[in-house]
Antibody, heavy 119, light 108 residues
Framework: EVQLVESGGGLVQTGGSLTVSCAGS????????MSWVRQAPGKGLEWVSF????????HYADSMKGRFTISRHNSKNTLYLQMNSLRAEDTAIYYC????????????WGQGTLVTVSS | EIVLTQSPGTLSLSPGERATLSCRAS???????LAWYQQRPGQAPRLLIY???SRATGIPDRFSGSGSGTDFTLTISRLEPEDFAVYYC?????????FGPGTKVDVK
């Protein structure tokens, strides 16, 4: 059974940094691209970032480019999202999601971790 | 950049009724790259449909997807109590994913 478990969310001050993690199990982690998707309170889904299975290719939504860094440690079956220069509008639940072998949709999602940015 | 628009914003229906949800892209997209997700309150999103019309594993056949070009549709043939939720369409292109704003299906 595929499982994705996020951790590392919490309260952080405006301008601060935070790294959230996602532990995957039940599938060959290094064979699949992964993504982060976020959801601000009461709002819709917003794609954040993508990373290939090997970690060689990464992509970001324009509003996160330069502030967020996606990475993965395949031997630990773990995905990361490092977030810098955090703003109030970054407050959201951050979901990690596995990308299907077709490479164009998210077939499994974690339950999310809440990041709150406040002064 | 592709922009997805979903309509209606809210769909108020009764259990047993048919639901038709629309997703419109700002320019023509490949049908291979259009997916639909369901999100129940307090839960993570769940993949329903990928490649415009292929049901994901375990998804009941009352859910179906169709469309091409700029216009795509998710149909729920007969609403069950657990189907009242928010539905999002998603497009993949140029190494980026884009979500529509969602359609909420609630109880009339």
């Amino acid at each position: 059974e595929v499982q994705l478990v996020e951790s590392g969310g919490g309260l952080v001050q405006t301008g601060g940094s935070l790294t959230v993690s996602c532990a995957g199990s039940g599938f060959n982690f290094n064979n699949y691209a992964m993504s982060w998707v976020r959801q601000a309170p009461g709002k819709g889904l917003e794609w954040v970032s993508f990373i290939s299975g090997s970690g060689d290719a990464t992509h970001y939504a324009d509003s996160m480019k330069g502030r967020f860094t996606i990475s993965r440690h395949n031997s630990k079956n773990t995905l990361y999202l490092q977030m810098n220069s955090l703003r109030a509008e970054d407050t959201a639940i951050y979901y990690c999601a596995k990308i299907d072998s077709y490479g164009n949709h998210n077939d499994y999602w974690g339950q999310g971790t809440l990041v709150t940015v406040s002064s | 950049e592709i922009v997805l628009t979903q309509s209606p914003g809210t769909l108020s229906l009764s259990p047993g009724e048919r639901a038709t949800l629309s997703c419109r892209a700002s320019q023509s997209v490949s049908s291979n790259y259009l997916a639909w997700y369901q999100q129940r309150p307090g839960q993570a999103p769940r993949l329903l449909i990928y490649g415009t019309s292929s049901r994901a594993t375990g998804i009941p056949d009352r859910f179906s997807g169709s469309g091409s070009g700029t216009d795509f549709t998710l149909t729920i043939s007969r609403l069950e109590p657990e189907d009242f939720a928010v539905y999002y369409c998603q497009h993949y292109g140029n190494s980026h994913f884009t979500f529509g704003p969602g359609t909420k299906v609630d109880v009339k």
